[in-house]
Nanobody
């Protein structure tokens, strides 16, 4: 059974930092691209950051320079270090694991963790 378990969310003041974690089980972690997505209140889910199985990262322009995604294959865990947080970063943050070609991709999602940034 595949599980992606996010943790580390919470309430923080603007300018503060949080570190999200996503622990994966039930998949061959080293083969999966991983991603963080978020869904702000009343809005659609959007991409925050991705890291390929090879370690290459990509960031949404809105978080570039403030957020850093990393992976630890020994722990089957990915992280999202979020610095200089802004109220507009408030959202439910979801972890994603993806494998395969775009036409036949396998995707798994975590349950989400709430991040609230107060002004």
């Amino acid at each position: 059974q595949v599980q992606l378990v996010e943790s580390g969310g919470g309430l923080v003041q603007a300018g503060g930092s949080l570190r999200l974690s996503c622990a994966a089980s039930g998949i061959t972690f080293r083969l999966y691209d991983m991603g963080w997505y978020r869904q702000p209140p009343g809005k659609q889910r959007e991409l925050v950051a991705t890291i390929t199985f090879g370690g290459s990262t990509n960031y949404a322009s809105s978080v570039k320079g403030r957020f850093t995604m990393s992976r630890d294959s020994a722990k089957n865990t990915v992280y999202l270090q979020m610095n200089s947080l802004k109220p507009e970063d408030t959202a439910v943050y979801y972890c994603n694991a993806g494998w395969g070609a775009a036409t036949s991709r396998t995707n798994y999602w975590g349950q989400g963790t709430q991040v609230t940034v107060s002004s």
